[in-house]
T-cell receptor, first 107, second 120 residues
């Protein structure tokens, strides 16, 4: 089955940039989506199809995908960005797969 | 605006079944699919399956195949997820989400979640 690996935690100070990676075999050939989940809340889509932002998501959120790594970048981090972040792809053998999740504490 | 509203929390005994509903509004229910994702306490997201409201096509994760049934009612714009032979490992928050179709589409809108607790 297809596996997506994320770092357990990425710490960042307010105003700095957080980069969250999502590793998978040849993930660059797949379409990657990213979700933000705050405690006690449902996930929210923040990036879809590698680089696109849904309406209402700040431009501070951006994505990239190449080779074996996809990356979610949060620029000018705010306290309200503190959450868990999950990457997700569709694989024709494994169906829908989520990454292991990354906790982003804002210091 | 698109909304998915799920039924309330339930407590079930091991071996029982549970049926969770997900009522959609704000879009044409008939041309989308609904997918279900669960999250055990303190754990990550686990995809369970999807069902098309358009043609009732469905696909389930191998882990729950045989115990899971997903259906839709296009008259009430409601999707259902029924999971049987429950064990304590099924204790989780269950989410429904909208899906544009099978393949590499995102889960663009989510329900608020339904906590299912399996306990004797």
């Amino acid at each position: 089955s297809y596996v997506l690996t994320q770092p357990p935690s990425v710490s960042v100070a307010p105003g700095q940039t957080a980069r969250i990676t999502c590793g998978g075999n040849n993930i660059g050939s797949k379409s990657v989506h990213w979700y933000q989940q705050k405690p006690g809340q449902a996930p929210v889509l923040v990036i879809y199809s590698d680089t696109d932002r849904p309406s209402g998501i700040p431009e501070r959120f951006s994505g990239s995908n190449s080779g074996n790594t996809a990356t979610l970048t949060i620029s000018r981090v705010e306290a309200g960005d503190e959450a868990d972040y999950y990457c997700q792809v569709w694989d024709d053998n494994s169906d829908y797969v989520f990454g292991t999740g990354t906790k982003v504490p804002v210091l | 605006q698109v909304q998915l509203v799920q039924s309330g929390a339930e407590v079930k005994k091991p071996g029982a079944s549970v049926k969770v509903s997900c009522k959609a509004s704000g879009y044409n229910f008939n041309i989308y699919a609904i997918t279900w994702v669960r999250q055990a306490p303190g754990q990550g997201l686990e995809w369970m399956g999807w069902v098309s409201a358009y043609n009732a096509n469905r696909d389930y994760a191998q882990k729950v195949q045989g115990r899971l049934t997903m259906t839709t009612d296009t008259y009430t714009s409601t999707a259902y997820m029924e999971l049987g032979s429950l064990t304590s490992d099924d204790t989780a928050v269950y989410y429904c989400a909208r899906l544009a179709g099978s393949g590499s589409h995102p889960f663009d809108y989510w329900g608020q979640g339904t906590l299912i607790t399996v306990s004797s």
